[in-house]
């Protein structure tokens, strides 16, 4: 899809070195179950099919899980004008609206492809954000869309939900399956190690696209809006917000973390950082000060 969004030749060469990596890994995850579980039609059953869910239904699934529902225009024509605004501007059809009565504020962008593409925002982040930090926002979700990042963050997950899957089978067979020998029983821990090892490789990978690809996000956006203090404002805004909600609420949104604007969790330490979809508020805060810079306050 050609936009106004500028291209990102490095979230571009990322997302291809990531997806090809992570296509090793598959190939030869899946090799390494048929033969430890000697049944290749189904091994390959089980993989195509919930791969095949994973892509046709992350959108209605990731609206399931946050409580969004699709708008109408005469419902939130605020929120419509925004998103046809910046759509008009970056040359790109618009997505589908939906709103999530939540308060933790927060935005996502999910579907497979620019033409069944989702934006979701919650009631919190309208109710807490200026209409120039709300355009930020969503200007940073459509770059997801534009870039075709959306798309490739729901197939590279694919493959640690599947191996987290054959983890938990395979734990909950051995602790309340029946008496078994102790050749079955070796087989079990086989393929519950290969498949923790196979579900961390992909974890790390992911973790680090995902962190590159907000930050070129936050790029885009703020190129396109020509506002990159109305997203560092926003950033600012939510950030702060979320730390004050409750751990147990933010525990039930982390599932979808990679897809947030920003993560439903608190600042930790550095090694946290490592594992973070996102990347630090300050590192975030940092980027958009230099694309100010660079802008020298034209739009400002």
Known sequence: MR???EPDRQLTARMVVTMFLLGLLYVAFVAAL???LESLVLVVVIAAGLLAVQYW????????AMRGRFVSRDEQPELYGIVDRL?????MPAPRIAVSNMDMPNAFATGRNADH???CVTTGLMRRLETEELEGVLAHELSHVAHRDVAVITIASFLGVLAGLVVRFALYSHLFGRQRDHGTAAMI????TVSAAVYAISFLLIRALSRYRELAADRAAAMLTGKPS???SALTKISGDIARIPTKDLRNAQAFNAFFFTPAMRSGSAFSG???THPSLERRLEALGEISAQLGGKSE
């Open 3 to 5: 936009t106004r969004f």
């Open 34 to 36: 048929i033969v430890l």
């Open 57 to 64: 239904y992350s959108d209605k699934v990731a609206l399931f």
């Open 87 to 91: 759509c008009a501007t970056a040359d």
């Open 117 to 119: 593409a989702v934006v």
């Open 189 to 192: 821990v086989i393929v519950m």
């Open 230 to 232: 109305a997203l560092a």
């Open 274 to 276: 490592m594992l973070s």
